[in-house]
Structure formats: C-alpha cells, structure tokens
C-alpha cells in the first residue's frame, strides 16, 4: 500500500514551459487535493476534484489547470510556467464523508522555475 | 472566508512540555485538525477536534474550544525528533469537498 505517491519529486523549468505533475493514490478515496507551500504562507489550496471526472478551484488556481480522468489519478498542469510557481507542490487524498478523515498527503513536488 | 493564527516559532528543551496555540476565525465551523511536517517532508497527521474538550494521543493532545476559536497541540516528554513545523487546519461546512484551510504553521526547535 504506497498511499500517496507524486511525480516527479524536482523539477526545474524555465519561464514559460509547461509541464504536469502527476498525483496517484491507492486508497480509493474519492476526494484529491493540489496544495503549493511556500515559505511563510504555509499550504494553500490549488485545484481539487471530489470525484472520478470533476474538479473544482480552491484558494489559488490561477496559472493551473487539472484533471482527474481516473479515480486514483489526479494530473496538475502548468501551461506556461512562471518564476512565482516555485514552490513545493504537495497532493493529498481523503475519504468522503465528514468527520475525523484528515487528509493523507504525498511527498511532494520541489519545482523551481528560473 | 477563513482567517487561522499561530506563532511562528517556538523553542523548548527535550523532555519538557510545549503548548502550541491555534486561533480561527471561520463560518460554518466543521473541525480543527493538527499536523506534523518536517523539513522536506510531506505533513501528517497528528490529532482532529470537533468537540469542545480535550483529545489524548499518547504524549500528544489537543484542545478545542469552538466558543473562543480556539485550540492548542500540547506536546509532553518532548524529544528531539518533535522538532518540526506544526500545522493548524480548519474544516468549514460551506463549499464541502472535505477542504481543509491550513495556518502559517509553527517551527518548534527542541533543544538538549
């Protein structure tokens, strides 16, 4: 059981390339998160997706876009890449229902973009 | 929108007792959860508050109190390896999806 696992684990790119990250869980939980951490803006919501063929815009989606094709999948793209897009990328899956299901989360993604 | 406080960096010895206090502000109040994250490493998962009261998790516990906005992470015998960031998140029951608003987290360095 890996639980949550994300590729690639770095990543540099220069300004205005794309790339996707790629967020795959094997809980089966229905609910997928993408967070960036930055320093001392601790973890803000991207993009997340409560099930199978749906996403939603969380805090700070702008300059990302997802997909989530495949229950266990969730895909973070950036078309065309920016220096304030560094940061550490982290996905995170939980349960679907409400209560004590915290979120488990992968071990992230350090993306520098020069 | 959500509004979620802590310190951002608190130091205490090994073996000594540390109070790590979280304060929110938030519509539709839906659970307070603490996480672990060390350096370059993902967080997890430590406690979860939804009740007033306190929650025991072996040499961690956690407070809510919903009426003051208010929680603390109390962390007892303290070791070396507690040194790490702890994060403050929120649950509110407008917009579902089981999102979570995190704080800025709290750096604790434990010394010798």
């Known amino acids: 059981n890996a639980g949550v696992t994300q590729t690639p684990k770095f990543r540099v790119l220069k300004t205005g390339q794309s790339m996707t990250l790629l967020c795959a869980q094997d809980?089966?939980?229905?609910?997928m998160y993408w967070y960036r951490q930055d320093p001392g803006m601790g973890l803000r919501l991207i993009h997340y997706s409560v099930g199978e063929g749906t996403t939603a815009k969380g805090e700070v989606p702008d300059g990302y876009n997802v997909s989530r094709l495949k229950k266990q999948n969730f895909l973070l793209g950036l078309e065309s890449a920016a220096p304030s897009q560094t940061s550490v990328y982290f996905c995170?899956?939980?349960?679907?229902?409400?209560?004590?299901?915290?979120?488990?989360f992968g071990p992230g993604t350090r993306l520098t973009v020069t | 929108g959500q509004n979620i406080d802590q310190p951002t960096e608190m130091t205490a010895t090994e073996g000594a007792i540390v109070q790590i206090n979280c304060t929110y502000q938030t519509s539709g109040f839906n659970g307070l959860f603490w996480y672990q994250q060390h350096a370059g490493e993902a967080p997890t998962f430590l406690s979860y508050?939804?009740?007033?009261g306190l929650e025991e998790k072996g040499r961690f516990s956690s407070f809510l109190s919903r009426s003051k906005g208010y929680s603390y992470l109390l962390l007892k015998e303290l070791q070396m390896k507690d040194s790490a960031s702890y994060l403050c998140a929120v649950r509110a029951i407008t917009g579902g999806g089981n999102k979570l608003t995190f704080g800025t987290g709290t750096q604790l360095k434990v010394e010798l």
């Open positions: 995170a899956s939980s349960e679907s229902v409400a209560g004590a299901y915290e979120q488990y």
């Open positions: 508050n939804v009740l007033d």
């Open positions: 809980m089966n939980h229905e609910y």
